[in-house]
């Protein structure tokens, strides 16, 4: 059955195989309790909410007793440190160039399911992401990698470009393969490159802190102390898998699913800025971007104009002033506080007294008390 299985899996489209009992240690359990108990999913409140069913697979299902655990590899060879670089550009990270990869595994998932229906009388489920399986352990057990310091699974087959999924089975089956040695060392690489000191310490992250959440899970108002840390990002980041050195594995994905689509790869922040709620869903349908929605992406866009140094963004962040969303409106009075002091003074004169926001209003005298106590414009 085993060897079944893992066929059909490489023959629908993922790129390694890998067997566990659906059992998580008890100290990942306890781990996973601390990083709740800290607070470190900040808004992420289904991680609070569904704490106990995380804690172990059986308590998702009772009936598990394995999992198959699937790697689609999605790098396409690029190293998203060089954007970094390309201020006026906004950064998506690699994984979200194209196809929302939830809908590609899980769809290839549940075929593995019906496949292994057909042909057993083992029953199944499928996980992915929305699912909230503890799916790094499980691949780490499945002998598919290790889960290095920045907390993600690392592959000696892909490095760190690996999506996860999961199928778990009624049925015991054992892995063949041996369990993959951390092989981290005394490397700090990732820790050292995080921008915004997320790691508390090696193999512990606090998600409060980290980009990909601030610019996708994070809904409200983006920090200020954070805002200048994003520099380009404008969703999602990579610097901590980028720099491990074990990408030296790393190989193209073949799937086309998740090779960088042309029209979003490093666009312009001013045509990015100019997107309206229609254009927003048209250009990213089928891509995990479309689930933040078109105010919070032009949010994070305004603080990547704002950190852009720029000054071909002004016209195109004073326009976002006047925008609709107080998401948009605060980013837009920061962004042009780090832009122009001279036109931030004139559009506060302008706008202050009409604003009944009290978050706009609150950033309009933070950002002046900001300029007034120093800042330096050109
Ligand atoms: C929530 C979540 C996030 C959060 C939190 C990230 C995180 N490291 O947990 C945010 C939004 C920040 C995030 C970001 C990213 N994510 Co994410 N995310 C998830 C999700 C849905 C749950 C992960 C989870 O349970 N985290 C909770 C903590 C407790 O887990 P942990 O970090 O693994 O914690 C372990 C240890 O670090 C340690 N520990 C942690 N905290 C503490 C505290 C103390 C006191 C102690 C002692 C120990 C300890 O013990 C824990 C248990 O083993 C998974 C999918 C899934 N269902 O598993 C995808 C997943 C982990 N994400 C994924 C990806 C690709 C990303 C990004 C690369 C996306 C991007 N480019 O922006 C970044 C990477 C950032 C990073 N360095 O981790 C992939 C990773 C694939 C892989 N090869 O590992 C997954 C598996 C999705 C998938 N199906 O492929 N993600
Ligand atoms: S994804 Fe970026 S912000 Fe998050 S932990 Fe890694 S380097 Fe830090
Ligand atoms: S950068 Fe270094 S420490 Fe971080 S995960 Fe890679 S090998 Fe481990």
Redesign the pocket.
């Known amino acids: 059955m085993i060897s079944g299985i893992e066929d059909k899996a490489l023959e629908l489209g993922f790129d390694e195989v890998g067997f566990c009992q659906a059992d998580i240690s008890s100290i990942?359990s306890k781990?996973?309790i601390?990083?709740i108990d800290?607070g470190?999913h900040g808004e992420?409140k289904w991680?609070s909410d569904n704490l106990h069913r995380r804690l172990k697979p059986v308590n998702m299902w009772k009936d598990a007793k394995s999992a198959v655990v699937v790697l689609a590899n999605y790098s396409n060879n690029q190293n998203p440190l060089h954007y970094l670089k390309k201020k006026n550009n906004g950064l998506i990270?690699?994984?979200a160039k194209n196809k929302d990869y939830h809908k590609w595994i899980k769809g290839r998932l549940k075929n593995l399911a019906s496949w292994t229906s057909s042909k057993t009388k083992v029953e199944v489920k499928v996980f992915?992401?929305t699912a909230?399986?503890?799916?790094?352990?499980l691949a780490e057990s499945a002998g598919l990698g290790w889960?290095g310091k920045?907390?993600?699974?690392i592959s000696k087959n892909f490095g760190?470009w690996?999506?996860?999924?999961i199928m778990l089975l009624n049925v015991k089956i054992f892995s063949r393969k041996k369990t993959i040695k951390n092989s981290c060392g005394s490397c700090s690489k990732c820790i050292d490159i995080c921008p915004t000191k997320a790691f508390p310490k090696p193999?512990?992250?606090d998600?409060r802190k980290?980009i990909?959440?601030l610019t996708?899970?994070h809904k409200s108002h983006i920090p200020r102390k954070f805002r200048s840390l994003l520099g380009n990002r404008i969703y999602?980041?990579?610097d901590?898998?980028a720099i491990c050195p074990w990408n030296k594995f790393a190989k193209l994905s073949s799937h086309i699913a998740f090779l960088a689509k042309k029209e979003l790869d490093n666009i312009s922040l001013v045509k990015l800025s100019s997107i309206d709620e229609l254009e927003f869903r048209k250009m990213y349908k089928g891509s995990p971007i479309k689930r933040i929605g078109r105010n919070q992406f032009i949010r994070n866009v305004l603080i990547a104009m704002g950190n852009s140094s720029s000054r071909i963004m002004i016209p195109h962040v004073s326009r976002l002033i006047y925008d609709n969303s107080p998401l948009v409106r605060v980013a837009a009075i920061w962004a042009l506080g780090k832009l122009s002091k001279k036109i931030f003074n004139f559009e506060k004169n302008k706008n202050f007294r009409n604003e009944n926001e009290n978050d706009v209003r609150n950033e309009w005298i933070l950002m002046h008390n900001e300029l007034e106590g120093g800042f330096k414009n050109k």
């Open positions: 990942t781990n996973l601390k990083f800290k470190r992420m991680m990270s690699l994984y992915v992401d909230p399986l503890m799916e790094k352990p889960i920045h907390t993600n699974l760190n690996t999506f996860i999924g193999y512990e992250l998600a980290c990909s959440y996708i899970e999602g980041c990579d901590c898998l």
